[in-house]
């Protein structure tokens, strides 16, 4: 496939879904029901390349006016400030204190940037963590910047095996901080579903149990919250990396995050691998989305407009 004509059918979507959420002019939201295969006006578009140092971005936070992505494993223990035109990176951090076993996800709250090292690909690893850093510790725009993290280490209450399984369920590449604590919702290769787990903001060592789960019908690969619509998104693939898709949560209370109405969105082409990996919101209904490098596509920066 050309490159002209992937972005060209990356305008076109179709929704797997009972309900779509719509914004009408006077600001009150619509339900308008759809059935399969209806074509619908969302707009994603591709906004650059990213560097070779994120030819495996794993995951996109936005915070303070800045984005932040990084690499997964085998990829140094830095994060990196990428500019939202370009895709370049304006600065590296550095987290010298702990190594890149996994890292999986970030987010952030006002104080502090969380960043997941909670890849867990064959459901054996004992050492799962999240790393608190500090703002304040970041304030500097120095490149390259040395930072330290604290460590939330956790484990999983409901996991009792831990031989190596590649269709394990106790994989994870998506948090968001939301409210008081941290979300993490698991990428299950064997039933694709996702498990909710409530994890605390302190540093410490936790077990947690799944608060919740649904069924996504793919593998979950990174979560963004909207603080403004309290939107939750949901971005992941199907097997062999096809038809990536997006799952909106709306009109939930508290923390019961499926509770709500759903919509799904899927995007890309069913037939190339198209690793889409990070998500955050820019500001309501823009996102940013990135993919790594596949046998298909090169590591990109996208934007997505609802």
Not at 7 to 32: A, P
Not at 38 to 61: F, R
Not at 122 to 138: A, E, F, H, Q
Request: aromatic share 12%; charged share 20%.
């Amino acid at each position: 496939m050309t490159t002209a004509l992937f972005i060209k059918r990356l305008f076109t979507y179709i929704i797997y879904s009972q309900y779509v959420i719509s914004s009408c002019k006077k600001n009150t939201d619509t339900i308008i029901p759809v059935t399969n295969n209806l074509v619908v006006p969302y707009a994603i578009g591709l906004k650059h390349t990213l560097p070779a140092l994120l030819n495996e971005s794993s995951g996109l936070c936005y915070t303070e006016g800045d984005l932040w992505s990084f690499g997964d494993s085998g990829n140094p223990n830095s994060i990196y400030k990428i500019d939202t035109t370009s895709g370049a990176i304006l600065q590296t951090v550095t987290i010298a204190n702990y190594p890149n076993i996994d890292w999986e996800a970030i987010t952030a709250d006002s104080l502090y940037i969380y960043v997941g090292d909670t890849g867990n690909n064959n459901g054996n690893r004992k050492d799962l963590k999240v790393l608190r850093i500090k703002k304040t510790d970041m304030a500097s725009h120095s490149s390259p910047l040395s930072v330290n993290a604290e460590a939330i280490n956790y484990s999983y209450s409901d996991q009792v095996d831990f031989s190596s399984n590649s269709n394990t369920n106790f994989d994870c590449e998506a948090i968001v901080a939301f409210r008081n604590n941290l979300y993490a919702f698991t990428k299950n290769r064997g039933d694709l579903e996702t498990r909710c787990y409530r994890l605390p903001k302190n540093p410490g060592t936790y077990t947690v149990s799944p608060i919740s789960s649904f069924n996504t019908n793919g593998k979950i690969t990174d979560a963004a919250y909207d603080p403004i619509t309290k939107e939750l998104a949901l971005l992941g693939y199907m097997n062999q990396k096809l038809d990536s898709f997006i799952w909106f949560f709306n009109g939930f209370p508290d923390d019961n995050f499926f509770s709500g109405i759903s919509s799904r969105l899927m995007f890309g082409n069913r037939s190339a691998d198209w690793q889409t990996e990070g998500l955050d919101y820019l500001s309501t209904g823009r996102l940013m989305m990135t993919c790594e490098t596949s046998a298909s596509h090169v590591a990109s920066l996208y934007f997505f407009q609802k």
